[in-house]
């Protein structure tokens, strides 16, 4: 009796889906039928006909079995924003991508996943959760949960969503009580925090929501701050006051200083098939990461690509005067490993006017020094990865196809070695 319900189901009015099935029916009926007529027709006229009438009802049988299909994904597809192929492209093509973790935080890491999603959906973006400032210190202050705005950049620019949703999460206020400066985003995820028990599980429903390829994780789920001591052995904790002191760093580090890494990041770690690191603030993005000690362990015991993209840049109050080998020293310094093999330096050229407008903000081009690079014993991969746009950051696409580009080299120098 159920299954004659069931049955019974296919036939209720509003499917979208008897039309389509009786046209299927009937167009292979005549194809099949005006087969075999005209392999028995002697007459041409009738001929003729047989071959008009295959014609439409291959038409038909084409069309039909479309509509039907469509009728289907139309009910079960829940990304409807999305052409069918681009759900197929992602499926099947982005799927067998390299597995890539990037590790960092801020607006540089976010810039790079924009890119990087194009070519994989199997991205880990791992993010510092020390920061201190603005919306996420506040909430981080009044709700104890992890700082939300770093996660939220990753999320957003990994995102598949409409463009509208994209922008709500960014969305910043800009008046009210209590309400003023904070993201909607960074709203969400701690309402979501509230809701799910847990910033975890807070992270992994947002990314349900805004669809996104790959995952976003917090690179520990410990309640961690940042100690930066100076060369004048002066110190300062706080991820957002250690610029504000304008003193050469001499180290960072991390309170309490044995943080327990997330244990999703070290799986990723473990298979990854490159692994990298920024662009963005050194010592307050992308140290903060390899400070946990298991974080940086695994990531020294892997024989792949490990990838740090130069900052175009220098940062006021964190690199001011650093070149691009003193950005590697104290990633290196700071692991206490070997964890970096590479690095892409940028040799585009970089726009006069927005020099100068930089250099009012103290900000300076970050010197390439390659030969003390190289004497690092880290290979130099050198492109134009800077954004044409009105700021001198990295352009998302251009870094995504060199990382692609660098990433194929190494496999197949892998290959090559194992084929010897």
């Given at each position: 009796?159920?299954?004659?319900?069931?049955?019974?189901?296919?036939?209720?009015?509003?499917?979208?889906?008897?039309?389509?099935?009786?046209?299927?029916?009937?167009?292979?009926?005549?194809?099949?039928?005006?087969?075999?007529?005209?392999?028995?027709?002697?007459d041409?006229?009738?001929?003729?006909?047989?071959?008009?009438?295959?014609?439409?009802?291959?038409?038909?049988?084409?069309?039909?079995?479309?509509?039907?299909?469509?009728?289907?994904?139309?009910?079960?597809?829940?990304?409807?924003?999305?052409?069918?192929?681009?759900?197929?492209?992602?499926?099947?093509?982005?799927s067998?991508?390299?597995?890539?973790?990037?590790?960092?935080?801020?607006?540089?890491?976010?810039?790079?996943?924009?890119?990087?999603?194009?070519?994989?959906?199997?991205?880990?973006?791992?993010?510092?959760?020390?920061?201190?400032?603005?919306?996420?210190?506040?909430?981080?202050?009044?709700?104890?949960?992890?700082?939300?705005?770093?996660?939220?950049?990753?999320?957003?620019?990994?995102?598949e969503?409409?463009?509208?949703?994209?922008?709500?999460?960014?969305?910043r206020?800009?008046?009210?009580?209590?309400i003023?400066?904070?993201?909607?985003?960074?709203?969400?995820?701690?309402?979501?925090?509230?809701?799910?028990?847990?910033?975890?599980?807070?992270?992994?429903?947002s990314?349900?929501?805004?669809?996104?390829?790959?995952?976003?994780?917090?690179?520990?789920?410990?309640s961690?701050r940042?100690?930066?001591?100076?060369?004048?052995?002066?110190a300062?904790?706080?991820?957002?006051?250690?610029?504000?002191?304008?003193?050469?760093?001499?180290?960072?580090?991390?309170?309490?200083?044995?943080?327990?890494?997330?244990?999703?990041?070290?799986?990723?770690?473990?298979?990854?098939?490159?692994?990298?690191?920024?662009?963005?603030?050194?010592?307050?993005?992308?140290?903060?990461?390899?400070?946990?000690?298991?974080?940086?362990?695994?990531?020294?015991?892997?024989?792949?690509?490990k990838?740090?993209?130069?900052?175009v840049?220098?940062?006021?109050?964190?690199?001011?005067?650093?070149?691009?080998?003193?950005?590697?020293?104290?990633?290196?310094?700071?692991?206490?490993?070997?964890?970096?093999?590479?690095c892409?330096?940028?040799?585009?050229?970089?726009?006069y006017?927005?020099l100068?407008?930089?250099?009012?903000?103290?900000?300076?081009?970050?010197?390439?020094?390659?030969e003390?690079?190289?004497?690092?014993?880290?290979?130099?991969f050198?492109?134009?990865?800077?954004?044409?746009?009105?700021?001198?950051r990295?352009?998302?696409?251009?870094?995504?196809?060199?990382?692609?580009?660098?990433?194929?080299?190494?496999?197949?120098?892998?290959?090559?070695?194992?084929?010897?």
């Amino acid at each position: 009796m159920k299954k004659f319900i069931k049955v019974i189901k296919w036939f209720y009015p509003g499917l979208k889906i008897k039309r389509w099935f009786i046209l299927l029916s009937l167009s292979l009926f005549f194809v099949i039928y005006s087969s075999v007529r005209f392999s028995k027709d002697k007459d041409v006229l009738l001929k003729v006909f047989d071959a008009f009438l295959f014609t439409f009802s291959f038409i038909g049988l084409i069309a039909g079995l479309k509509s039907l299909i469509k009728s289907f994904f139309e009910v079960i597809w829940s990304e409807k924003n999305k052409e069918l192929i681009d759900v197929i492209y992602e499926k099947r093509f982005l799927s067998k991508g390299p597995k890539v973790v990037a590790i960092g935080g801020g607006t540089g890491l976010a810039t790079i996943l924009e890119g990087l999603k194009e070519y994989t959906s199997n991205i880990t973006a791992v993010v510092a959760v020390a920061d201190e400032g603005g919306s996420s210190g506040r909430l981080r202050e009044e709700f104890g949960i992890l700082p939300p705005g770093d996660i939220r950049n990753c999320l957003v620019s990994l995102a598949e969503v409409p463009q509208l949703m994209r922008d709500l999460f960014q969305y910043r206020f800009e008046e009210g009580d209590g309400i003023k400066g904070h993201s909607f985003g960074n709203l969400f995820i701690t309402a979501m925090t509230q809701v799910s028990g847990s910033f975890k599980d807070a992270i992994k429903e947002s990314s349900i929501v805004l669809a996104i390829r790959g995952k976003v994780l917090p690179s520990s789920l410990d309640s961690l701050r940042l100690r930066a001591e100076y060369s004048d052995g002066t110190a300062k904790v706080g991820e957002d006051k250690i610029p504000d002191e304008e003193k050469t760093i001499r180290r960072v580090c991390l309170i309490p200083q044995e943080a327990k890494p997330n244990p999703e990041v070290i799986e990723a770690i473990r298979e990854a098939e490159i692994i990298l690191f920024g662009p963005g603030s050194l010592f307050t993005s992308i140290i903060p990461n390899i400070l946990i000690g298991d974080i940086a362990d695994e990531i020294a015991k892997r024989n792949v690509k490990k990838l740090y993209l130069c900052n175009v840049m220098t940062q006021q109050g964190e690199t001011d005067g650093f070149t691009a080998s003193d950005h590697l020293r104290m990633i290196l310094f700071h692991a206490r490993k070997d964890i970096v093999n590479c690095c892409l330096v940028n040799s585009g050229r970089l726009r006069y006017q927005l020099l100068i407008k930089y250099a009012e903000e103290k900000s300076f081009p970050v010197v390439f020094d390659r030969e003390r690079i190289k004497r690092m014993d880290i290979d130099v991969f050198e492109a134009d990865v800077v954004s044409k746009r009105n700021y001198l950051r990295h352009d998302s696409k251009k870094s995504a196809k060199e990382i692609m580009k660098i990433y194929t080299q190494g496999k197949k120098k892998w290959r090559d070695s194992k084929n010897k």
